[in-house]
């Protein structure tokens, strides 16, 4: 069923500096999507918007903004959804660099300090470490992080602290540190557990609710604020007992 929409996107200019917002009448189907509708206006409105995609399937990542002001992929956003008139703009949070492109490397960074990697050889007996299907099963809804970034453009605490390590590389750091694999379990905490760690966390849960892969970051927090408190009292412990 065809359905007349108006669509306004948010754009800057790198150039000008100048912000505006442009206003489109579209006839689309109900199961379009808002990329769908960028596309078309794009190839056939010479609307000239900047804007990422790539996959199409909310895999990628990249096409994430801010419809009707929810963070959100736009690949996956459906016109039925949403009322007669859209506003589409650039994610929050995020430094704009052009339209509805935006500068994600301050929450990419983030995921160094996460130390998103693990060794399928024990350093200590080379020799390979197992995993059951049972250990694996444990870490499949913190592996579906797609990097979208959307956590961070709700994030209040972001918003005012860019240096907040953050959702994502929580859940991030939350996924290896439950991996059998692991080995740098002690290091990653001393990064979590820093100032910029998981602590300033208030845990509204925005994050949580715009996450497209129901990664559930919020709750990956709360457990490393408590595997914090474990890791902290270790380290306070473990050099009173080496002078005894």
Not at 83 to 94: A, L, Q, S, W
Not at 153 to 159: D, L, T
């Amino acid at each position: 069923m065809q359905r007349i929409i108006t669509i306004n996107i948010k754009r800057y200019d790198p150039e000008t500096e100048e912000v505006s917002i442009s206003a489109y009448k579209v006839e689309t189907e109900q199961d379009a999507t808002i990329l769908d509708i960028l596309n078309f206006l794009n190839e056939h409105k010479q609307a000239a918007i900047s804007y990422r995609f790539s996959c199409r399937m909310s895999i990628c990542g990249s096409c994430g903004a801010m419809v009707n002001g929810r963070p959100t992929l736009m690949c996956s956003t459906f016109i039925r959804d949403l009322p007669d008139e859209i506003t589409v703009e650039p994610m929050r949070n995020f430094p704009v660099i052009r339209d509805l492109v935006v500068d994600t490397d301050n929450a990419m960074d983030k995921m160094r300090d996460a130390l998103p990697y693990t060794s399928f050889v024990s350093k200590k007996s080379k020799k390979p470490i197992k995993q059951t299907p049972e250990e694996l099963e444990k870490l499949k809804q913190t592996s579906q992080c797609i990097k979208c970034m959307l956590c961070y453009s709700a994030c209040p605490v972001y918003a005012v602290d860019e240096e907040f390590i953050g959702p994502a590389a929580t859940a991030t750091a939350y996924r290896y540190d439950q991996d059998t694999h692991d080995e740098v379990k002690e290091e990653r905490m001393d990064s979590l557990t820093s100032k910029d760690g998981v602590w300033k966390c208030s845990f509204v849960g925005e994050c949580s609710d715009v996450c497209p892969k129901n990664v559930d970051p919020a709750l990956a927090i709360q457990k490393m604020k408590i595997m914090g408190v474990l890791h902290t009292t270790k380290k306070l412990i473990k050099p009173s007992k080496s002078k005894t």
